[in-house]
């Protein structure tokens, strides 16, 4: 299940990389990474606090300088079958009241020569409008809810978009870590804000721990980092991920207030039906509720 917390990346291009002690290359840590994550689920739902501020540093730690903005979301994903690793989702906003009923449905399709399709409704114009891919990553289109985390950052990445390359192993947060290095391909490279992202893998639950994006001029300006890393339902979650603008000074943290996996999603609740009809919509989530612990 490629999750929006969890980031699925699984091919590298270079034979020549690196390989760890125990022969494995990258290219064979990326795959093993993406299988573990199919294989979990078929679908979840989760509701999650997204919380945004400004801050400063003082004395080494990080403190808020502003009201934090509060969104909660409601996710509901759905990977497309056995023979297809398309992921589709949808993004409800139910508080802030004054977005209540803004949403985004997401078509997150494995091939590289496809780009992803992203619909949002803005309940204020009852108005339905498509995301150019190309703007995903823009000032304008490429927030996802006015948070630290952009579009880009919530979607899975596509196995072909990256070469990777095995950079060490080594203990993070008292935990063995693959740490791996990604770069877009030139096509990529076009869309992307990134230029080379660093991953922190968990060796033992394959599951990402850290990331350094950079953007195109080498410079590094966001960190996610997760935590509260638990099994639910036989599967590894982070149920806090943190987004860290160093330019900006802009910090979102993300909570996993409620999840489920495995449960019943209505091949039809994955429309642009469920972002206008409100009386549809609420009778399917009413249903998926029960589920969420």
């Given at each position: ?291 969420l612990k």
């Amino acid at each position: 299940m490629k999750t929006k917390i969890n980031i699925i990346v699984s091919l590298i291009s270079s034979l020549a990389l690196s390989f760890n002690l125990s022969g494995q290359s990258a290219r064979d840590i990326m795959i093993k990474f993406d299988k573990v994550s199919k294989d979990a689920s078929f679908s979840i739902i989760e509701e999650m606090k997204l919380s945004t501020c400004k801050y400063i540093v003082q004395q080494g730690k990080m403190h808020a300088t502003e009201v934090p903005r509060i969104n909660v979301l409601e996710v509901v994903a759905k990977d497309a079958g056995i023979d297809n690793n398309d992921t589709y989702s949808v993004s409800i906003v139910m508080e802030p009241t004054r977005d209540k009923g803004i949403s985004m449905l997401t078509y997150d399709y494995a091939s590289p020569a496809k780009d992803n399709d992203n619909w949002l409704y803005l309940s204020a114009l009852g108005k339905v409008k498509r995301m150019v891919s190309s703007n995903e990553t823009s000032d304008e289109g490429g927030s996802f809810f006015g948070t630290e985390f952009s579009v880009e950052d919530v979607v899975s990445r596509k196995i072909d978009d990256y070469t990777y390359k095995l950079m060490e192993q080594v203990t993070y947060a008292t935990r063995p870590v693959w740490v791996i290095e990604l770069i877009p391909t030139p096509e990529r490279t076009k869309k992307s804000k990134y230029g080379k992202v660093m991953l922190w893998i968990d060796k033992e639950r394959y599951i990402i721990l850290k990331q350094d994006l950079y953007d195109r001029n080498g410079i590094l300006f966001k960190q996610l980092t997760t935590s509260n890393i638990v099994q639910i339902s036989n599967v590894w979650v982070a149920r806090k991920a943190e987004m860290n603008n160093l330019l900006t000074r802009r910090v979102t943290s993300m909570e996993l207030t409620a999840i489920a996996y495995n449960t019943e999603v209505p091949n039809e609740f994955l429309t642009q039906r469920t972002l206008t009809d409100f009386a549809f919509r609420e009778k399917t989530l009413g249903k998926l509720r029960t589920y969420l612990k």
